[in-house]
């Protein structure tokens, strides 16, 4: 017993040496994370419609001349001829109607529509959309809305011209308002050949990619570029199965060295890989105060002097102290740089303005991408 005791421990002690050697691991993600499949994506749709039923927030007939010839135009498809009479168009208004139709939708399916005012309407809110073909980049009709406008705006006002509003009220939603009435025709299932697209392009990336799906399936992949993966489905598997079976692949995905900034809000990121060579750094504040006090200046009793008020000026210098000049080794890594900078008790946005001098002086390995 005291043998396989002394055995447990010592295995127990070499476990805990191979962690604390392997270390972290590298960050992976899944291959349906980083790619995009090509032709499995949105398609914009887009149509022209009237919105009735509104409390006399419509389009006025001077500024919106397309809202009484589409009333005219709807109305005469009803039997209804009104080209001689005086519309009031202020229950109705002239918008603009778009949905995006998600891939593989079929006949029948529902889609969201977002519904916006073209002309001088002041809210959509309670309306009905009347119903409205929409179409695609090709001129042909994918889907048809209708139904009643949702703003999630308040707006009201007053007969002195005051008025309030809250979120925009000419402009709105219509939950599931369109049925698919065409589908895309993209048939996935049948084709031997597809393309895998990069969100993030890279050549290691692509590079990887191709060899986690190769060595599953040997000479399925081929990396063309940064941006595309080529992939071809195995014998006796169609393409759906194929894609299914690599998207839960794992891949480290690399990328360039490059540092974020936004300078209006004063955000700086930086990856992982970003180094610095040898440099010295160092950051101070100058701080000028010029402080007016008013005095007033009283003549003397009898003199016919006036009252005047006499500007007092103050004007005061102050330099921080204390600030030191650092020296970050070469190849510095990103943890380096940080820990040097915040030894200098920098702010976010004098952190902008030294990386900035330190790409200019070429020690900086990495790019700046300004928001």
């Known amino acids: 017993m005291r043998r396989s005791l002394f055995s447990s421990v010592l295995a127990g002690l070499a476990l805990a040496a191979a962690v604390v050697v392997a270390g972290p691991a590298a960050a992976k993600s899944r291959i349906k994370d980083i790619v995009a499949v090509e032709g499995v ?17 419509g389009d006025s007939l001077r500024n919106a001349p397309m809202t009484k010839q589409s009333m005219e135009a709807l109305l005469e498809r009803q039997g209804v001829n009104v080209r001689d009479a005086n519309l009031n168009a202020k229950n109705s ?47 042909q009709t994918y889907a048809v809305a209708q139904g009643q406008v949702q703003t999630g705006a ?11 509003s ?12 369109a049925d698919v009435e065409r589908e895309t025709g993209f048939q996935m299932v049948a084709m031997s050949e597809l393309r895998l697209s990069l969100r993030n392009p890279d050549f290691t990336t692509s590079r990887r990619i191709a060899d986690a799906i190769n060595s599953k399936y040997p000479g399925c992949a081929q990396a063309q570029n940064p941006t595309i993966v080529a992939i071809r489905s195995p014998a006796g ?5 194929f894609v299914t079976a690599i998207e839960n692949l ?3 995905p690399d990328g360039p060295a490059k540092v ?14 970003v180094r610095i060579s040898q440099v010295a750094i160092a950051q101070g504040n100058l701080t000028i105060s010029v402080q007016e006090t008013p005095a007033v200046s009283q003549p003397a009793p009898f003199s016919q002097g006036r009252t005047a008020v006499v500007p007092q000026s103050a004007i005061s210098i102050d ?6 000049l650092i020296t970050l080794g070469g190849g510095a890594s990103l943890k380096s740089l940080v820990g040097g900078l915040n030894a200098l008790g920098v702010t976010p946005r004098d952190m902008i303005t030294i990386l900035q001098a330190v790409k200019a002086a070429g020690a900086l390995q990495a790019d700046i991408e300004v928001m």
């Open 260 to 273: 974020i900034i936004d300078e209006v809000n004063g955000v700086v990121v930086m990856g992982d890989d």
């Open 154 to 164: 308040v707006s009201a006002g007053g007969a002195s011209g005051s008025s309030i």
């Open 250 to 252: 794992e891949v480290e």
């Open 319 to 324: 330099e921080e102290k204390g600030k030191k």
């Open 166 to 177: 809250r979120g925009v009220p000419t402009a709105g939603r219509i939950a599931a308002g």
């Open 41 to 57: 994506r949105d398609n914009h749709l887009i149509g022209y419609g009237i919105v009735t039923g509104l409390n006399g927030t």
């Open 237 to 241: 598997m169609d393409m759906i199965s």
């Open 93 to 139: 208004a002239a918008v603009m109607v778009t949905a995006k139709l998600p891939p593989f939708a079929a006949t029948g399916s529902k889609i969201d529509v977002s519904v916006s005012a073209m002309g001088d309407a002041k809210s959509l809110q309670g309306g009905t959309l009347l119903v409205t073909a929409l179409q695609g980049a090709d001129g």
